[in-house]
C-alpha cells in the first residue's frame, strides 16, 4: 500500500457530484487498419489486457482507513473488470466534431466508482470517413501532466504495429487488505508525518510569510463573472487546434514565448465572449495558471503542481498591447512560482482531515457563502508538453491530443493545451449551466490568433490615415 499525499487527497476530498475531479484527453484516430475481423474496440480491449502491468493506475484502488478518519491509501488489486473500465458506444449519424464534442462532455460528468481502479477508456465509433475515438477519463488524484503522459506511454505506442504476445507486461503483487493491516500502516504513516511537522511548519510559514513580503498592495481585486458562481454537474466541451509553426511564430514576432500566447488567446477570447453578452467587468480578470513542482527524474505518479495567478488585461482593447501587458504580469507571476510551490507541503498528518474538507467544499458549493469567498482567480488555463511524434492506439495513428479537464465552484472555465506531433491542442471544458455556447469561446481563440497576426504584419509605427472633414455647405 502506499499512502495518498496531500495535495492527491484534496481532489479526492474536494469531490461532490456537482464537481467531479477527473481529467481526461480526447484522441481522434485514423481509420483503423483492417489487420483481422476483430472490431477496434476489441483489439483495443486485448491491448489494454496485455497492458494492466505497464502502469499503476490501471491497478490501484482506494483503500479507505474506517470511518474516513485519515488520508486513504493507494492499494493494488488484479481485480480489473474490463467491460467495466473499457467502453464501448456509437455517434449517431453525421458523426461530426460538435457531436463528438457533446458525446464527451456528457461522458464526463459522472463521477468515478470508487470500488473500482479510477479510470474508464471509452471508445467512440460512428465518426465521419470512418475514423475512431477515444476518450480517457481518469481521477486527477494521484496524477498531473508530467505522470498523465506516463500513463500514455502505458497504452500508446511510437509505432503503428500491434504489440505482440512477448510485449505483455506482469502485473504487480497484490496487496491483501484487512482492518489490522489498514490501521497499522495509517498509525505508522501519521507518525511520521507527525515527525517531520515542525520542519514543514516552518517551511510553510517562511514561505508565507515571503508571500506577503512581495505582495503588491495595487494588485486589483479579482472581479467576479458568470462564470464564477456556483456550478452543477453539467458539462460542456469543445475543442481547437492551431499548428505549433504558426504559434510560434507568432509568439517569436511579439517577443513573447508561446506560453504567454495560450494566455493572450484565452484572455482575448474571453474579452470578446463578456463583451458581446455585456458582462465584461471593470477590473481584469485572472488566470490560474499550474506551474510543475516535479523535480528532475521525478516519475511518481502524483500531482507535483503549484498554481500562480496572472493577470489577463482584458480591460485593454488592443490585441497586442494586451499581449505584452500579460507576458509583464506572467514574468512576474513565475518570479513568485517558488515560493507558491513552498506552501503546499509533500505531505502532512491527515487526522480529520476528509472531515475538514469534506465541509468545507459543501460551504463553497452554497450559493450564500460562494458569493462572500474571494476569488484567487477566474479561469484555469494550462499548457502540457505532450509527444512531439505521432502516437499510435492498438495500430491507429491518433490525428488529435485534446485535454479535458475540471470546473469548480467559482471557476467555471477551465482551457488545457497540449502541444502533440506539431500542434497545438485545445480543450475547453465550462459547467454548461454558466457557459453553454462554449464553442463560441473557442472560436474566440481562432479570431483572436487571426487579430494578432493581423496586427503584427503592420508596419511598426504605422498611424491609420486620417479622414478628411466634409465642408460644411
Known sequence: MKPIKLLDSAFLHAETPATPMHVGALFILEPPPMRSRKSFHERFRAVVASRLGASEVFTRRLACLPLGIANPFWATTHEVDLDHHVRRSVLPKPGNRRQLETRVAHLHEPLLDRSRPLWELHVIEGLA????????????????GHSAQLFLQAFADTEPRLPSAASRSS???????????????????QATELRVLPQRVVEVTSAAARLVRAKDSNTPVTPRTKLNEVISG????????????RAREVA???????????????????????????????LPLFAGVPVSARAHGDTEHAIRVAFISVNLHTGAGDALARLAAIHQSADTAKQSAGTYKSLIPDDAPSVGLPWLLGGLSWLVG?????????????VIVSNVPGPPVPIY????????????SIVYHGVGVNISVYSYDGKLFVGITSCSDLMPDVDALARNMEEELGALEAALAKPRGSKPSPRRRRRRA
Open 366 to 378: 452554497h450559493p450564500d457563502i460562494a458569493d462572500r469567498v474571494p476569488l484567487p482567480f477566474n
Open 252 to 282: 517569436r514576432r511579439a517577443q513573447v514565448t508561446v506560453n504567454d500566447l495560450v494566455l493572450g488567446l484565452s484572455a482575448g477570447a474571453l474579452r470578446r465572449w463578456l463583451l458581446q453578452r455585456g458582462l465584461l467587468p471593470g
Open 393 to 404: 492506439v492498438a495500430g491507429a495513428r491518433a490525428l488529435t491530443y485534446l485535454p479535458i
Open 234 to 245: 453539467n458539462r460542456s466541451f469543445a475543442t481547437t487546434e492551431f499548428p505549433l509553426a
Open 171 to 189: 502485473l504487480p503483487e497484490a496487496d491483501e487488505l484487512s482492518l489490522g493491516r489498514l490501521l497499522l500502516a495509517g498509525v505508522r504513516h
Open 129 to 144: 470517413g470512418g475514423q475512431v475515438a477515444l476518450y480517457v477519463k481518469v481521477h486527477h488524484a494521484g496524477l498531473d
